[in-house]
């Protein structure tokens, strides 16, 4: 999942070029709510086996001075969507004894006020 087709695309190539693996693209911005729910309907014709939670948005002004419909924009993604989705994938994943990978940048361990 991304917003962007063509780079998605690109990668999905690749994978299926050397993996030999069936690669379903899905263009999603995650940041916006429904977007959990979608991707979780979309998963639920296949039989997945894992979930990994990449999207991510750091915001690099002081707080007061970040506008905040972009503070809960990427509250939305950091926590709201991560959560929804695993919710919503968990008894897909539980049928497979799937995982569940939370990853997160340096960005997000940064010792800043």
């Known amino acids: 999942m991304a917003r962007t087709r063509s780079k998605l695309e690109a990668v999905a190539a690749s994978l299926r070029d050397k993996y030999r693996v069936r690669v379903e693209v899905l263009v999603k911005d995650l940041a916006l709510a429904p977007s959990a729910a979608e991707v979780a309907a979309h998963c639920a014709a296949f039989s997945i086996d894992g979930l990994i939670n990449n999207a991510g948005l750091g915001l690099g002004d002081h707080f007061a001075r970040e506008p905040l419909d972009r503070v ?4 939305n993604l950091n926590v709201v969507t991560l959560t929804t989705l695993t919710h919503l994938l968990l008894p897909n994943l539980r049928k497979t004894r799937g995982v569940i990978i939370n ?5 997000a361990f940064q010792p800043v006020p």
Do not use: F, N, P
């Not at 990853?103 to 960005?107: F, G, K, M, N, V």
């Open 72 to 75: 809960v924009e990427m509250l």
């Open 103 to 107: 990853l997160a940048s340096t960005a």
